[in-house]
Nanobody, 111 residues
Framework: QVQLVESGGGLVQPGGSLRLSCAAS????????MGWYRQAPGKERELVAT???????NYADSAKGRFTISTNNAKNTAYLQMNSLKPEDTAVYYC?????WGQGTQVTVSS
């Protein structure tokens, strides 16, 4: 059974940065594309960014130019570097690969 565990969330001021991590129990990022999603209170879960096995990336318009998705296959870990954070980035962030989801990590952007 594959497990994904997110970490790195927290409270940050507008304009600040956070790096989220997604640790996988197996070497799944070699075999599956992965994505970061987020869900704000009262809203549906939305795609933030994806990365394929050959490192092709795709971003939601809201993330372009501010967020960077990456993977480290040696560490079985995926990352989401988030810069220039805005209050509207406040949400629970989830990582996903194939049918597997993490439990989420809360990101709050507030002064």
């Amino acid at each position: 059974q594959v497990q994904l565990v997110e970490s790195g969330g927290g409270l940050v001021q507008p304009g600040g940065s956070l790096r989220l991590s997604c640790a996988a129990s197996g070497n799944i990022f070699r075999f599956y594309a992965m994505g970061w999603y987020r869900q704000a209170p009262g809203k549906e879960r939305e795609l933030v960014a994806t990365i394929t096995r050959d490192s092709r990336t795709n971003y939601a318009d809201s993330a372009k130019g501010r967020f960077t998705i990456s993977t480290n296959n040696a560490k079985n870990t995926a990352y989401l570097q988030m810069n220039s954070l805005k209050p509207e980035d406040t949400a629970v962030y989830y990582c996903n690969a194939a049918k597997w989801w993490g439990q989420g990590t809360q990101v709050t952007v507030s002064s």
